[in-house]
Nanobody
Framework: DVQLQASGGGLVQPGGSLRLSCAVF????????IGWFRQAPGKEREGVSC????????YHKDSVKGRFTISSDNAKNTVYLQMTALKLEDTAVYFC????????????????WGQGTLVTVSS
């Protein structure tokens, strides 16, 4: 079974940058569309960004467009989420999962969430 592991979170000041990693185990990163979700305190989990298996298409929710970039590295079997110009409202636990990526993202049926990584944007 495919397993995904998110890492790279931390504490950053507003306007700062972080790069999250989603390592894929048990499959190739090129086999699946992969997406990032986040859950802020007291809020529902939401889809943030995704990239197709062939890495030719991606999606970002409106609030992160122009600030977040998603990419994949076949050699490292990892998907990255580069986050810049971070805002207080980006504070959340970030998760990655296999998805269907198009005009939005939808977690694949039965896809495990795995352990998320905490991003805290604070001055």
């Amino acid at each position: 079974d495919v397993q995904l592991q998110a890492s790279g979170g931390g504490l950053v000041q507003p306007g700062g940058s972080l790069r999250l990693s989603c390592a894929v185990f048990g499959a190739s990163v090129g086999d699946y569309d992969i997406g990032w979700f986040r859950q802020a305190p007291g809020k529902e989990r939401e889809g943030v960004s995704c990239i197709t298996a062939n890495a030719r298409s991606w999606y970002h929710k409106d609030s992160v467009k122009g600030r977040f970039t998603i990419s994949s590295d076949n050699a490292k079997n990892t998907v990255y989420l580069q986050m810049t110009a971070l805002k207080l409202e980006d504070t959340a636990v970030y998760f990655c999962a296999t998805v269907t990526c198009g005009f939005g993202l939808r977690r694949s049926s039965g896809a495990p969430w795995g352990q998320g990584t905490l991003v805290t944007v604070s001055s």
